[in-house]
DNA sequence: AGAAATATTATGTGCATGCTTAAAAACTTT
DNA sequence: AAAGTTTTTAAGCATGCACATAATATTTCT
């Protein structure tokens, strides 16, 4: 008769979705739910703290738990190693170094980094490639302040995506998604259109406030990104 | 002396950061780690259960808890109403109706909703605008079956992504973000050139398998969605 | 009346303990 | 050796309890 976490919370959800609660509504407080589950508060604390993580509802102390006001549609996308992305679909793997070379950074990729002068970094760019056909050209800036050892690495065997993700860990990335024109480079290397829409995945890390690594994940014409909400 | 579960998330995270634990690696029982950071074994649960949640960690029965193998970049996104995100930037919300009418839907639609069968639904097509510049173009399919009372709703004063979101609440969604050229009419109403490359955030919603809504946001030239990982 | 101090209340966190469950490992049987 | 069975192990779940904390409500003081 008793209830466990998972039931709880989907109850609560069939609630909302049956719209015996509204947005906005309060509920009991922890103990009368127990009461009413059966259980102990432990168990509605736990369903509770994963509501409140989907942003089902709003918990605050004191002023007790709401459905949430305003719905969200809350996502959650993991953004994979290219090479195992292409993997798991089952293509083949292909990858080459189309550049590297040391630069002063543009503004925007300075600024991306917070940082208010240009500074030397190292420049590579690459594409990946799924049954030999391109999938991902990788735009990547890395501060080899940060990590000198970048600059003894073979980038023309292992991708910088790679080394770095492996040797590199990072404290704090930014992610960010656009849509950008294909260059004459981008659609020659794509094997798109000039002027072709593509979509960007751009991602910065950081160590302690130090930069790592901006990278631009531009992908192919007709890649989307896809997730289940909820 | 003893610590809270934070503190042991993150003492696990800088562990990993600092590569004293490597991809792969096994961690101590739930238990030694109790007894290493002198708290009960609950703690340590809860602080690995959100390691295990930023997919940091990868926790199995028997199995014990190792680093994750393939770190992956996972980021949350919440999509709030359009109004909601202009107006939260200190921006004056307005809002027109381009269309509205039924048709069949084409295949792109039927298959997205996994419909064999082209349906009649209800379109419309919308644009939002921030300070009276256009911001998001919407481009929406309404399964009406599933819910006829939005044919009474005089969608030329409110939102349709607003009375659904607060009427029809859904149990499924899936989310996919892609790059578009601009249309002609997107063009127009976007205030864009042709062939600019859009950003669009698509979303389709179903209660109970039943489809309710197919929505494509299409943003402005220039448009950027971001976020923090981690 | 308005400001400051205090009490109240609901959630958040932690502890000790025990039962459940999935999966690996060990063992048996074919 | 392969296949099936049992055992063991480590994480997951649940409980009851106590104290911490933050936000609100109430009272006291000026």
Redesign the pocket.
Known sequence: M?S???DIRDEIRRRVLERELLPGAK?P???ELAEEFK?????V??A??DL?QSGTVD???????TITLHPITRTTFDIPITRLEIEAAGNDYSYFLVSREILVSPPRVASSFGLAEPTEMLRVTALHMANKQPYIFEDRWIAHETTPEILDVDLSRESANEWLIRNRPYSDCEVRFLAKRATRQEAELLASDVDEALFVMERTTWINGAPITMVRAIAKPGYQLVAKAN
Chains 1, 2 share one sequence.
């Open positions: 008793s466990n976490w998972v509920l407080n922890d103990q259980c102990s508060r432990t168990t604390q736990r509770m703290l409140a918990r605050r102390r004191k002023g007790g738990t």
